[in-house]
Antibody, heavy 116, light 107 residues
């Protein structure tokens, strides 16, 4: 069974950094592109970015490129999202997702709240 | 960036009815379009990929169509469990972009 489990969320002060993790199981992690998507409270889905199998290609949505860094550890079957200079606009549920035909598996999401 | 315009933003329909949701891309995305369903408090779930391919386990009352810049999701014989928000996403070019969503409610 494919499982994606995000962790690392919580309450963080404005201007600080936070690193999210996504533990993958039930499939060959190093065969797939992986991505991050977020959803602000009551809003739609926003694609953050994606990373290919060997981390040689990483794409971001332009508005987040200077704040967020996606990485992966294939030995640990784990995807990461490093977030810096956080602001209230970054308050959201953050999902990791596997890129198969579309985003075919999603984690349960982790809440990040940016507030003083 | 490719802009995805989804319509309508909300929709109210009766059980058994057929509903259609539209998605318009700002440029040709060559059928690289996916549809997702998100039930309240849950993660999104892939329904359709490559414009018209049904994901495993998705009921056959869901179907997708379209080409070029215009795409649609059709739900035949609406069931109560179909009450959700539906999103389209283009995966033709980075940044991959979502439509704004369609909230489907029962009348």
């Amino acid at each position: 069974e494919v499982k994606l489990v995000e962790s690392g969320g919580g309450l963080v002060q404005p201007g600080r950094s936070l690193k999210l993790s996504c533990a993958a199981s039930g499939f060959s992690f190093n065969d797939y592109w992986m991505g991050w998507v977020r959803q602000a409270p009551g809003k739609g889905l926003e694609w953050i970015g994606e990373i290919n199998q060997d981390s040689s290609t990483i794409n971001y949505t332009p508005s987040l490129k200077d704040k967020f860094t996606i990485s992966r550890d294939n030995a640990q079957n784990t995807l990461y999202l490093q977030m810096s200079k956080l602001g209230s606009e970054d308050t959201a549920i953050y999902y990791c997702a596997r890129e198969g035909n579309g985003l075919d598996y999603w984690g349960q999401g982790v809440m990040v709240t940016v507030s003083s | 960036d490719i802009q995805m315009t989804q319509s309508p933003a909300s929709l109210s329909a009766s059980l058994g009815e057929t509903v259609t949701i539209e998605c318009l891309a700002s440029e040709d995305i060559y059928s690289n379009l996916a549809w997702y369903q998100q039930k309240p408090g849950k993660s999104p779930h892939l329904l359709i990929y490559y414009a018209n391919s049904l994901n495993d386990g998705v009921p056959s009352r869901f179907s997708g169509s379209g080409s070029g810049t215009q795409y649609s999701l059709k739900i035949n014989s609406l069931q109560s469990e179909d009450v959700s928000i539906y999103f389209c996403q283009q995966n033709y070019d980075s940044p991959l972009t979502f439509g704004g969503g369609t909230k489907l409610e029962l009348k």
